[in-house]
């Protein structure tokens, strides 16, 4: 679970991909949460990296491809005016968020599935969407 905490940085680090390659910040903690997903994972790729670059969320090839121009898939414009990564939904705009294994709708009144998820900033009412239709682009998810 996440949670709060002070932890050692770097503002200005060059980071580097294959090719690819990107001023971002570094933040260093014990990531023991990520470590229990898998013993392999080095670190996390915040979007303070990948929005610098076209990317494509490979899910059945489980990978990122970074530089994605050409690629086969859907084309969804991102909006990062807010510092958080947004799509646009028939539901509205949505923020991407790689960790997350459903839909959340924030603000969203009860609707028989109301729920209090724990932020940062403490806790927030939402409803974990489990039954909708969310179309982005011309695909459509259930």
Same mark, same amino acid.
């Given at each position: 679970?996440?949670?709060?905490?002070?932890?050692?940085?770097?503002?200005?680090?060059?980071?580097?991909?294959?090719?690819? =390659?990107?001023?971002?910040?570094?933040?260093?903690?014990?990531?023991?949460?990520?470590?229990?997903?898998?013993?392999?994972?080095?670190?996390?790729?915040?979007?303070?990296?990948?929005?610098?670059?076209?990317?494509?969320?490979?899910?059945?090839?489980?990978?990122?491809?970074? *530089?994605?121009? *050409?690629?086969?898939?859907?084309? =969804?414009?991102?909006?990062?005016?807010?510092?958080?990564?947004?799509?646009?939904?028939?539901?509205?705009?949505?923020?991407?968020?790689?960790?997350?294994?459903?839909?959340?709708?924030?603000?969203?009144?009860?609707?028989?599935?109301?729920?209090?998820?724990?932020?940062?900033?403490?806790?927030?009412?939402?409803?974990?969407?489990?039954?909708?239709?969310?179309?982005?682009?011309?695909?459509?998810?259930?």
């Amino acid at each position: 679970m996440a949670g709060v905490g002070t932890v050692s940085g770097s503002d200005d680090v060059r980071l580097r991909i294959g090719t690819k =390659a990107a001023a971002t910040e570094l933040l260093f903690t014990n990531m023991e949460t990520v470590r229990e997903l898998s013993k392999d994972i080095r670190g996390v790729l915040g979007q303070t990296f990948l929005s610098r670059f076209d990317y494509l969320l490979d899910l059945r090839g489980r990978r990122v491809v970074l *530089g994605a121009q *050409g690629q086969e898939g859907l084309r =969804a414009e991102m909006d990062i005016s807010t510092r958080l990564p947004t799509v646009f939904t028939s539901l509205g705009r949505l923020v991407i968020d790689s960790g997350a294994d459903r839909l959340a709708l924030f603000n969203a009144g009860n609707g028989g599935g109301g729920n209090n998820l724990r932020r940062s900033n403490g806790l927030v009412s939402a409803r974990l969407a489990n039954d909708l239709r969310l179309l982005i682009g011309y695909l459509v998810f259930r």
